[in-house]
């Protein structure tokens, strides 16, 4: 039998986290769990975040569900730290930034698709008054561990670093700044990683049967690194007869994406701009409570939802959130696993209780969240669990 790895980590990952595997077992999915440690308690305890021998457990079992972690500035880390540990040069880093890295799980995908019915959906006003909510189905690759985020960067850099940098002539425009003045980050893009990325968003078009994927760039300003994008996008593009390339600038996409986001198929961007889009398209299909997310690497694949751990709803009992970007995230897990049956059963079930509507959890009613949700008639996370059984 297959083995998953559950991280639950902090907060509501260990709420939204064991909901799905609920949900997966009421669903026929046969596996067995093992549990990983990750997050803010072994931090605190261990002073590790991801701690060795979870690493051990992803390489063993390649496929991992992930729930949320909890992060602080450096300072704030450092005085939660047992004190035992304090002083000793623990560093606190993300242990999700750590795992995409270990793992080089670089392909990250997001898909942004419309529950018919939900009450989050977008919704345009035409010019005579009514409405219309088109029905958005958006799958973001983002570059998951170059780029912006690949944390090449430097305050005050050193002397050699500038030495390097002085030789673009652009840099004149800088070269009475001192050094100790100065922030520099790097945006690094190999080959190697983009094509990676640009040839699995054409294949999922291929796949799917998306009519267009999108390089969302700025190679008119970025022309280094972005002009690469595009310029691979082109070349790869020939291979897929059937399917458009188009080119967006990344602040532009921004605007459109609330004007025509029905337009948009696949969209493929670095890093940074990847994180963006898939966020202002997460917002016109329900936000965070819908958003889920793969990061797939050659060997290992992690599937998480792209919330954090809302420390804010940590302590409710009963839980108000929605673990629907969770379960979805569970759901790309059993696509990628070619289970495929069960994730239509499972999506099928969403997506019924989503039109019914008869089931939402606070986001879905559009009252605030707190300890007076389920009193204003919100349901639980469990009961939405429950709910999408029932369906199955
Ligand atoms: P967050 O995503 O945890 O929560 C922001 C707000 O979104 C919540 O207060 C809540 O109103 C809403 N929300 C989030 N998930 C929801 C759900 N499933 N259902 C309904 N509403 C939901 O982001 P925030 O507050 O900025 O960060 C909290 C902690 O999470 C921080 O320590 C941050 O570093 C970490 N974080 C971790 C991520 C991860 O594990 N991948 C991603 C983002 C943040
Ligand atoms: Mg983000």
């Avoid at 549990?35 to 690493?55: M, Q, S």
């Avoid at 983009?194 to 700025?218: D, M, S």
Wanted: glycine share 8%.
């Amino acid at each position: 039998m297959r083995t998953i790895v559950a991280l639950p980590g902090d907060g509501i990952g260990k709420v939204v986290l064991p909901e799905s595997i609920r949900l997966l077992e009421a669903a026929g999915f046969k596996a067995n769990y093992v549990w990983g440690d990750i997050g803010w308690d072994f931090w605190c305890k261990e002073g590790n975040a991801l701690p060795k021998r979870t690493i051990d457990l992803i390489a063993e079992h390649k496929i991992a569900l992930f729930g949320a972690i909890t992060s602080k500035p450096n300072d704030e880390a450092k005085k939660e730290l047992d004190p035992a540990l304090q002083d000793k040069g623990f560093v606190y880093f993300s242990p999700i930034v750590g795992l995409r890295q270990h793992f080089n799980l670089d392909i990250c995908i997001r898909p942004c698709i419309s529950f018919k019915g939900n009450p989050l959906n977008f919704i345009r006003k035409n010019i005579d008054g009514t409405y219309d909510e088109p029905l958005v189905n958006t799958v973001i690759f983002r570059q998951n561990t170059e780029g912006l985020y690949a944390g090449v960067e430097w305050t005050n850099p050193s002397q050699q670093v500038r030495d390097a940098l002085e030789t673009h002539p652009k840099m004149k425009f800088f070269k009475d700044v001192p050094s100790n003045e100065m922030a520099v980050s790097t945006r690094i893009i190999t080959n190697k990683a983009a094509e990676r990325i640009i040839r699995a968003a054409f294949e999922h078009a291929k796949i799917f049967g998306y009519k267009n994927v999108t390089v969302c760039e700025k190679p008119n300003v970025l022309r280094e690194t972005s002009g690469m994008m595009l310029k691979l996008a082109k070349e790869i593009s020939k291979e897929y007869t059937g399917i458009a390339l188009w080119d967006t600038n990344i602040d532009a996409q921004m605007m459109w994406l609330t004007k025509n986001p029905e337009d948009y198929g696949v969209i493929v961007a670095e890093n940074m701009f990847g994180d963006i889009i898939s966020d202002g398209f997460a917002g016109l299909v329900g936000g965070l409570g819908f958003a889920c997310s793969a990061n797939i690497g050659e060997t290992v694949a992690v599937f998480e939802p792209t919330h954090g751990s809302a420390p804010k709803y940590e302590k409710l009992n009963p839980s108000i959130v929605n673990p629907i970007a969770m379960f979805m995230s569970a759901v790309m897990m059993l696509e990628h696993l070619g289970e495929n049956d069960i994730a239509s059963k499972i999506k099928s079930a969403i997506a019924q209780v989503v039109e019914e509507g008869k089931v939402r959890t606070y986001d879905m009613m559009k009252i605030r969240g707190g300890s007076e949700a389920i009193k204003n008639g919100a349901a639980s996370t469990q009961q939405l669990t429950d709910a999408v059984i029932a369906k199955l």
